[in-house]
């Protein structure tokens, strides 16, 4: 089965620092969507962002960044002057069209922004 | 809107009982999963609906039943529980398939002993 990999399993930052979080992932197709998840400490997933596989731009929401690089199979999240509320779990994750498809997590990386 | 609901909220059951985890959504999505979260695993997909009256296996459905008589509701059975099944129980739905974003329900912690 095609894999979802965060290799970082924790980070801990200073509040103010930056931080990325990793994700790679494997394919067998051309067309896919990859997404990222938040898991706050009270436990819901919340979805932070999806992205087509055509569409390689990079985007920025705020503090929050995305660099998908098809030529690595790389679709990593970076933090801008992480808070305190950013500690959390996120997961990315990679779905193919179809009704039918999964989408496959990947592991999870938990952040703890000290203050 | 409520979103997606799940009760309850917290459960403890005695190997070999029997339970049912209940799910319901507001937004008319046709979409509806069951996932289960293990420590340090990610979630992994138990049983998905494509609408009323359709469902399918995820990657996990051993020891799980689901059914799908509306579209607002997607429940999830165990038959005879086993302390494999401890883990935390996410429900889910969205508008298309999964590969739109996915509305998640607040969970429901299951322990098995």
């Known amino acids: 089965a095609q894999k979802v990999t965060q290799a970082q399993t924790e980070i801990s930052v200073v509040e103010k620092e930056d931080v990325t979080l990793d994700c790679v992932y494997e394919?067998?197709?051309?067309?896919?969507?990859l997404f990222w998840y938040k898991q706050p400490p009270s436990g819901e997933l919340v979805f932070l962002i999806r992205?087509?596989?055509?569409?390689?731009q990079n985007e920025i929401s705020g503090r929050y960044s995305w660099n998908f690089q098809k030529s690595t199979s790389s679709f990593n999240f970076t933090i801008t002057a992480s808070q305190v509320v950013d500690s959390a779990v996120y997961f990315c994750?990679?779905?193919?069209?179809?009704?039918?498809?999964?989408?496959?997590f990947g592991k999870g990386i938990t952040l703890s922004v000290r203050p | 809107n409520a979103g997606v609901t799940q009760t309850p909220k917290f459960r403890i059951l005695k190997i070999g009982q029997s339970m049912t985890l209940q799910c319901t959504q507001d937004?008319?999505?046709?979409?509806m999963y069951w996932y289960r979260q293990d420590p340090g695993m990610g979630l992994k997909l138990i049983y998905y609906?494509?609408?009323?009256?359709?469902?399918d296996k995820g990657e996990v459905p051993n020891g799980y039943n689901v059914s799908r008589s509306t579209t607002e509701d997607f429940p999830l059975r165990l038959e005879l529980a086993a302390p494999s099944q401890t883990s935390v129980y996410f429900c889910?739905?969205?508008?298309?398939?999964?590969?739109?974003?996915?509305?998640f329900g607040p969970g429901t912690r299951l322990t098995v002993l």
């Open positions: 889910a739905s969205s508008r298309q398939g999964q590969g739109y974003e996915q509305f």
């Open positions: 394919t067998r197709d051309t067309t896919y969507y």
């Open positions: 992205r087509n596989s055509f569409d390689e």
């Open positions: 994750a990679r779905a193919y069209t179809g009704a039918n498809s999964k989408l496959t």
């Open positions: 937004m008319n999505h046709n979409y």
């Open positions: 609906s494509v609408g009323a009256g359709i469902t």
